[in-house]
């Protein structure tokens, strides 16, 4: 059976949600001004080693502004993508080279701080970044074998590939941790966002993708300068109400009526495209929600899916249910949540009259 979900299609997990991404702004920039801080006030502790007091300031300074930037909100993290947050790294790390260099060479002293970059991209970057997020680290620490004469005597080699070690490990640590949460929380939403009995989204769902297609129509320029947001298309929902469930259930049991209903679910699933939303919304209840669909269309599709629902399955002990669909399209019958469901419902109240009419006879 297909399930469209809008838990895991659009709504995005952990740090690919944009309040996530606001937040890997916050501490990232916590962690840029404690490296300026570090970086200035350890080149006057006893012992430490520096090649120029004036690049130290400097990078010290271009630190501090872009952690101040970053945990202020100036820089709008949460409206970045993942992919440019992970090239803005890239970009940044050689200037962490930059500064172990200025402070040291292989005696630097800020050069452990490459453990808290490390942390922070194996812990929030997707696999496919933090993998070479860490190698990229990894280089970067290793520069010093390169200018520094110093660096073989003073036993930085075998440190060095302690650090390659312990880097490549904490990187697999955590990119594993990371997948387990995710994986975690992709079932949490399940859970959270699925009817227990027939599978298809539940009213939870149902309410919040409603609200965000008509927020997409409601702001025809949202996104700036008709941006991906932007959506002007018709929208169709469709109320599903089972006329006779509860004398299913009082003449054949619950455990049949329950079967009665996943029996709807699934005829119901197979009418629709990927696109659309089925929901269970009450006990013998179910909605769609049809993307692009017109007037219509949607009359089409709530004949189509009655039809299916009706129809008798000879191999199939349980009964065939009759159902009554009612449909409204945005924005001919509202613009409005509210507004929708009513024009829904009244129709399919309207078509119910229609139907339990009686007949006149003739003569």
């Not at 079967?259 to 119901?268: G, I, K, N, P, Y």
């Not at 769609?288 to 219509?296: D, L, N, Q, Y």
């Amino acid at each position: 059976m297909r399930h469209h979900s809008l838990a895991s299609s659009t709504m995005p997990a952990f740090a690919e949600a944009p309040d996530e991404r606001a937040r890997m702004g916050r501490i990232s920039g916590a962690l840029w001004i404690v490296a300026a801080t570090i970086g200035v006030v350890g080149c006057y502790l006893p012992g430490a080693d520096h090649v120029a007091m004036g690049w130290v300031f400097a990078i010290g300074a271009l630190f501090l502004l872009y952690g101040v930037a970053s945990l202020l909100g100036w820089l709008a993290w949460d409206k970045a993508s993942m992919k440019a947050l992970g090239i803005g790294m890239v970009v940044t790390t050689p200037v962490v080279g930059l500064a172990i260099y200025s402070t040291g060479g292989a005696a630097s002293f800020v050069q452990p701080l490459l453990v808290t970059l490390l942390l922070y991209a194996a812990f929030f970057f997707p696999s496919r970044w933090a993998w070479p997020l860490s190698i990229e680290l990894i280089l970067v620490a290793g520069l010093p074998l390169l200018y520094d004469g110093s660096a073989i005597d003073d036993a930085f080699l075998p440190r060095y590939v302690a650090l390659v070690a312990g880097f490549l490990s904490a990187t697999w640590v955590l990119v594993g941790l990371r997948e387990r949460l995710l994986s975690a929380e992709l079932r949490q939403r399940a859970i959270a966002y699925r009817d227990a009995l027939t599978g298809v989204a539940n009213r939870r769902q149902f309410d919040e993708t409603l609200e965000l297609e008509l927020t997409r129509r409601a702001h025809p320029g949202g996104g700036g300068g008709g941006g991906r947001n932007s959506d002007q298309s018709p929208l169709a929902l469709l109320v599903l109400d089972l006329d006779d469930l509860k004398g299913i259930n009082d003449n054949h049991g619950h455990p049949v009526g329950d079967a009665v209903l996943r029996q709807v679910a699934e005829r119901a699933q197979s009418i629709l495209r990927s696109t659309d939303t089925l929901a269970r919304i009450g006990g013998d209840e179910f909605a769609v929600i049809a993307p692009g669909a017109h007037g219509e269309g949607a009359r089409l599709m709530g004949e189509a899916i009655a039809g299916a629902i009706s129809t008798h399955y000879s191999d199939s002990g349980t009964p065939a249910p009759s159902v009554s669909v009612g449909w409204s399209v945005f924005p001919e019958d509202g613009a409005d949540f509210a507004t929708l469901i009513r024009a829904a419902d009244e129709r399919m109240l309207d078509r119910k009259r229609v139907e339990r009419r009686p007949v006149p006879l003739n003569g």
